[in-house]
């Protein structure tokens, strides 16, 4: 369960075990300038701390919910982030079209989704690949990061577990299936470029923009 600070920041225990091997990767995989879309971004803590690491992009973060969209604004903050920052979105993935503001819409260089796709049904990875499809430019990256099924099998038992837990909490959530991905990506101009092993039997999607 998050954690409630006495304002409105909350603490995501797996987004402080991860960000730093995610934040490895990223420093490889962004752009050297322009604008990042994050997407369900949560607490916040993955948002902020982005924004310190990669200073040259600007990191607009972005959920549906509005107590994280709260904490994402309280963590920028808290982290005198506000003249370089751009306040939480609320932009539910499933919704179309997404409400970018112009200019994050005219710099944006690439999508990041971390954690999202297995906690939404399975119209939500259809909308992620469209939706991206019609905004980011020729040879961006859609990026895509968590635990994920190869071939119909699934790649540790303990992500076999959480896949059943899943889906017992909400009949359309649970693991999704890297041929499943790949299948979508072809029909909205993506092609997968890298697919990266990460800890905890995670596995991070790179997609590039045909």
Not at 69 to 97: C, F, K, Y
Not at 108 to 135: F, G, R
Not at 137 to 142: H, M
Request: net charge negative.
């Amino acid at each position: 369960m998050p954690e409630l600070t006495m304002d409105q920041r909350l603490f995501f225990p797996a987004t402080e075990r991860n960000r730093g091997p995610i934040g490895d990767l990223l420093s490889q995989l962004l752009p050297a300038s322009g604008a990042v879309l994050e997407l369900a971004s949560g607490s916040g803590e993955h948002a902020v701390c982005f924004q310190q690491r990669f200073p040259h992009l600007i990191w607009q973060a972005s959920d549906p919910d509005p107590d994280h969209r709260a904490s994402i604004d309280a963590w920028i903050s808290h982290q005198d982030l506000t003249d370089v920052m751009p306040a939480a979105l609320n932009l539910d993935v499933g919704e179309h079209p997404w409400p970018l503001p112009p200019t994050i819409r005219s710099a944006l260089k690439a999508v990041v989704c971390i954690n999202l796709l297995h906690i939404s049904p399975a119209s939500c990875t259809d909308a992620l690949l469209e939706e991206s499809s019609l905004l980011l430019p020729s040879g961006a990256s859609l990026i895509i990061y968590g635990p994920f099924m190869r071939n119909g099998a699934h790649t540790s038992a303990s992500n076999a577990a959480f896949d059943q837990s899943l889906r017992e909490r909400n009949n359309e959530w649970g693991l999704r299936d890297v041929k499943a991905i790949r299948s979508i990506a072809a029909n909205a101009s993506f092609q997968i470029d890298d697919m990266i092993p990460m800890p905890a039997n995670n596995l991070t999607i790179v997609l590039n923009r045909k």
